[in-house]
């Protein structure tokens, strides 16, 4: 049974940084080769947007507004997929979830319909 368990939402003030942290169980990105894990987000009143997707062939893609500022890892003997987030916006302000797409088709894309499992999601707030 697939799952995923995000944590490391927070409040930060403009500028500031956070790591969200997702944990992967009932597969793994290293065994499972097409497989993927992304990071999405949603702020009220807005439809749920990607961040950033990594696929198990290590190759990570990030939406352009975060790109210089997030950083995907996946940590394999955690099995767990990280984002580091610099230089927090206000415009950053979302709850953040992570999904997987598994088994997979071997592409990971940007775009939320393609994944089959989601995590609870954290919160991010970001203070002006």
């Known amino acids: 049974q697939v799952q995923l368990v995000e944590s490391g939402g927070g409040s930060v003030r403009s500028g500031g940084s956070l790591r969200l942290s997702c944990a992967v169980s009932?597969?793994?990105?290293?065994?499972?080769?097409?497989?993927?894990v992304g990071w999405f987000r949603q702020a009220p009143g807005k439809q749920r947007e990607a961040v950033a997707t990594?696929?198990?062939?290590?190759?990570?893609d990030y939406r352009d507004a975060v790109k210089g500022r997030f950083t995907l890892s996946y940590d394999s003997a955690k099995n767990t997929v990280g984002l580091q987030m610099n230089s927090l916006q206000p415009e950053d302000a979302a709850m953040y979830f992570c999904?997987?797409?598994?088994?997979?088709?071997?592409?990971?894309?940007?775009?939320?319909?393609?994944?089959?499992?989601w995590g609870q999601g954290t919160q991010v707030t970001v203070s002006s």
């Open positions: 990594i696929g198990s062939d290590g190759k990570v």
């Open positions: 009932g597969f793994s990105l290293l065994v499972n080769r097409n497989s993927c």
């Open positions: 999904a997987a797409e598994y088994p997979g088709t071997g592409y990971c894309v940007l775009i939320a319909s393609y994944y089959d499992y």
